[in-house]
């Protein structure tokens, strides 16, 4: 087979560690009968200070034609937050239905968890995060701006169909794999919103009998991930609370370096897009050390979600290899000294 990828690098570490990441995708297609042409495009902060625009106005349309795209990082220090989530990010997740976001959180043989007692192999969650409303709807605004009287309204928004979607998805996880899953929200206080989500799980968990249903309010849910991860096995959220879980996940799992996520149309209607979880890190952009590992690993997800298992599985699989082995390269998030370069030729190597 054959496939149509966009790249879109970004900022910070991104074009390093996808230009790092993609010779690997490529030889891991290649052994598998895989043909991959990438087409790039250089979006970001850099296009908004010189445009205004972090894309272009067509951009959205040059991108549907895809089967897929592999994201960077999108973020610069002087650029305030919410310019590249609106101008980059959210467009493409809206405008493709990418409604459910997968995060693999997986303690790999041979990296340190910062918790102690926990090994290779004991840690290995599967976060389902809503990806394009709830928290980060674009519903609200400001008034009175600058005067003692100002007001903010920000309001989250959930539909029955994306949530629906991210459950129903999540429960299909589940079955695949120890039958358990936890609902994480926080009904206590956001008594509609919530309870809505709540009700919909409860709804969904009637066709999946044989679904152990666990439910933590969020404050609950992060400190577990803590104290007890190797107890979380699928793990359902809205967009904000599976945001923020995450990032606790990855760091438990040794690193933000090791955090692939999928943004996922589930009606297979527009192209999905993979992304490491760790951001642009401007503080060790152009240092060359950033870990492309996670971008490797998105690939892993990419590949997997277009049907090529064994491309899918080589990729994982080396990654997990290289982690294993003590005498591989490693980038200093991972406790070593070795460039971005030196791990992903390693990576080569062993495919």
């Known amino acids: 087979m054959s496939y149509d990828i966009a790249l879109l690098p ?3 570490i991104g074009p390093t560690v996808v230009d790092a990441a993609v010779p690997v995708l490529d030889a891991a297609a290649a052994a598998n009968d895989v043909d991959v042409e990438t087409t790039r ?13 972090m894309m272009p106005e067509d951009g959205l349309d040059r991108l549907a034609s895809f089967d897929a795209i592999l994201f960077g990082a999108v973020g610069h220090p002087d650029v305030p937050d919410h310019i590249p989530l609106d101008g980059l990010i959210l467009p493409i997740r809206k405008r493709f239905d990418q409604t459910v976001c997968r995060r693999p959180a997986v303690l790999f043989d041979g990296v340190r968890s910062p918790l102690r007692a926990y090994e290779g192999g004991d840690i290995d969650i599967l976060v389902f995060r809503e990806n394009t409303e709830g928290e980060y709807a674009d519903v609200g605004g400001r008034e009175h701006r600058g005067f003692a009287n100002e007001v903010a309204v920000q309001s989250a928004v959930y539909t029955r169909r994306s949530t629906e979607r991210i459950v129903r998805a999540a429960f299909e996880a589940a079955t695949e794999r120890s039958g358990h899953l936890t609902n994480v929200t926080k009904s206590n206080a956001q008594a509609h919103g919530m309870v809505f989500w709540d009700d919909i799980v409860a709804e969904v968990s009637e066709e999946y009998p044989d679904v152990d249903v666990e439910r933590l309010l969020v404050d ?3 400190m577990d991930f803590v104290r007890r991860p190797d107890e979380f096995d699928v793990v359902v959220a809205s967009n904000l609370f599976g945001d923020i879980l995450t990032d606790v996940g990855a760091i438990v799992t040794g690193s933000m ?7 996922i149309d589930p009606g297979n209607d527009h192209p999905s897009m993979f992304e490491p979880v760790h951001g642009s890190a401007f503080d ?6 950033a870990n492309p590992l996670a971008t490797v690993l998105s690939g892993s997800l990419m590949f997997d979600h277009l049907g090529e298992e064994a491309a899918a599985s080589a990729l994982w699989d080396v990654v997990a290899d290289q982690l294993a082995d003590e005498n591989a390269p490693r980038t200093p998030d991972l406790g070593g000294d070795s460039t971005t370069e030196a791990v992903a030729t390693d990576l080569r190597g062993r495919l």
């Not at 495009?41 to 625009?53: E, H, L």
């Not at 370096?257 to 943004?263: C, D, E, H, I, M």
């Open 10 to 12: 970004g900022d910070g």
């Open 41 to 53: 495009y250089d979006w970001g902060t850099q296009r908004y200070f010189d445009t205004g625009a």
């Open 220 to 222: 609950a849910a992060s």
């Open 257 to 263: 370096g090791l955090a692939p996520s999928a943004n």
């Open 284 to 289: 060790i952009m152009g240092e060359g050390v």
